[in-house]
């Protein structure tokens, strides 16, 4: 089974500074990768995704992410924190032929002003 | 396009008793996805309609819980004789059918089991 890698629950970032969140996944086959960002008391909407094709991929609010097949990896990157980007971030993988998605435990980010 | 849409968003009960939750998917999503989420956990899959059949099923899918998409639009999700360790926040998504389609997942329903 496909399964994804989330370390350090809790990430704490300089308003101004990187957000770096790494992903690591395991798939048996080439992977459709995912990160979501969750607000308090909402659902799940999608930052970014990986299917095929550039392995660098940029989403919403100046977030980006890059595959690395060598490494397992989809971390997820943003140059500079803004106290909106405060909130839970998920990646996760889509595996079997129905597409469910396998998540990580999440990340929590807290910017400091 | 209005979203997924859920309902109720909060949902208390006493342990034993039946809650029945809804979702309304965007139109033309032919697949419909049930995820559970509990406290500083990522969501976990519970099942997954494609039109009105139910395809798949989580071993988290107890006998108690049933899930239903009888005209192949909004589903249902049931849990008779509720326990407290089915507190948790029940998201719901939908997408169209082919193989690069992204999940759009609805707010929730927060359900707390007293």
């Known amino acids: 089974a496909q399964s994804v890698t989330q370390l350090g629950s809790h990430v704490s970032v300089s308003e101004g500074a990187l957000v770096l969140l790494r992903c690591n996944y395991s798939?048996?086959?080439?992977?459709?990768l995912f990160w979501y960002v969750q607000y308090p008391n909402q659902g799940l909407q999608l930052l970014l995704k990986y299917t095929t094709g550039a392995t660098l991929v940029k989403g919403i609010n100046g977030f980006e992410a890059e595959f690395k097949k060598s490494e397992t990896s989809f971390h997820l990157t943003k140059p500079s924190a803004h106290m909106s980007d405060a909130a839970e971030y998920f990646c996760a993988v889509s595996e079997g032929g129905n597409n469910r998605l396998a998540f990580g435990k999440g990340n929590q980010v807290v910017v400091i002003p | 396009d209005t979203g997924v849409s859920q309902n109720p968003r909060h949902k208390i009960t006493k342990r034993g008793q039946n809650v029945t939750f809804r979702c309304d998917p965007i139109s033309e999503h032919n697949r419909l996805y049930w995820y559970r989420q509990t406290l500083g956990q990522g969501p976990e899959f519970l099942t997954y309609f494609q039109n009105e059949a139910q395809l798949e099923k989580s071993r988290l899918l107890s006998d108690r819980f049933s899930a239903e998409r009888p005209k192949g639009s909004f589903s249902t999700l049931e849990i008779q004789r509720t326990e407290q360790g089915d507190s948790a926040m029940y998201l719901c998504?939908?997408?169209?059918?082919?193989?690069?389609?992204?999940?759009?997942f609805g707010p929730g329903t927060r359900l707390l089991v007293l």
């Open positions: 998504a939908s997408r169209k059918e082919g193989g690069l389609e992204t999940q759009y």
């Open positions: 798939s048996s086959v080439p992977p459709y």
